[in-house]
């Protein structure tokens, strides 16, 4: 059993709908909780992270934490073509003295214009 | 400020051969970590190194080595190349090795026939 699970999609949704992504974990040592964004191609890009349960907002995307559900979502609203890109959730704890990120698989977006 | 770079940004090699992926932070940075990322998966953790000495390591063979210079740069060598080594190899700064933010450059793309 992988220690991050990613609802694998793809997604398709259109332009302005909102959209839900989701992980699980098993690990309870994880502690941070990060979203990257994946362009074709290009290396993963920060869109959000957080600490505790409960909700993180930052503009257009709201990312959603429940420890006790070991359950992480990022919610997107208003969504446009540009979202479209591939979504990963990670996950973060201290291995010794290093810090190592654990990711999902993806779920890749496509937002119709 | 220049973000990660990474060199060279694509590679073909065939199997049994050695190959070196270069890397430079973020100016400032001090530690940087090594990702593979295979075509549809999440990227998996290989290496990180601070301040010149390897902190941490993840599941990979010895056949994967790496080194950061003075300077904070880093090298990954593998050896004996493989055509399962066939990935997006990305590499990740942060300011010390505890830091949760990673920043990665656009990764380079082996292709071992």
């Known amino acids: 059993q992988k220690e991050v699970e990613q609802d694998p999609g793809p997604l398709s949704v259109p332009e302005g709908a909102i959209v839900s992504l989701n992980c699980t974990y098993s690990?309870?040592?994880?502690?941070?909780f990060m979203w990257y964004r994946q362009y074709s191609r290009k290396g993963p890009e920060l869109l959000m992270y957080?600490?505790?349960?409960g909700n993180k907002e930052d503009g257009r995307f709201t990312a959603q934490v429940d420890k006790s559900s070991k359950y992480i979502s990022l919610f997107i609203r208003d969504s446009q073509p540009s979202d479209s890109a591939t979504y990963l959730c990670a996950m973060s704890r201290l291995s010794g003295s290093a810090r190592q990120l654990t990711f999902g698989s993806g779920t890749q977006l496509t937002v119709l214009p | 400020d220049a973000g990660v770079t990474q060199s060279p940004t694509h590679l073909i090699k065939t199997r049994g051969q050695h190959v070196t992926l270069r890397c430079s932070p973020i100016s400032g940075h001090k530690s940087v970590s090594w990702y593979q990322q295979v075509l549809g998966q999440g990227p998996q953790f290989i290496f990180q190194y601070y301040e010149k000495e390897e902190r941490g390591r993840g599941n990979f063979p010895d056949r994967f080595s790496a080194r950061q210079f003075p300077n904070y740069s880093s090298e990954l060598n593998v050896n004996a190349l493989l055509l399962g080594d066939s990935a997006l190899y990305l590499c990740?700064?942060?300011?010390?090795?505890?830091?949760?933010?990673?920043?990665f450059g656009s990764g380079t793309q082996l292709s071992v026939l």
């Open positions: 957080t600490y505790s349960s």
């Open positions: 690990n309870s040592a994880f502690q941070y």
């Open positions: 990740a700064s942060t300011s010390t090795a505890a830091n949760e933010k990673l920043f």
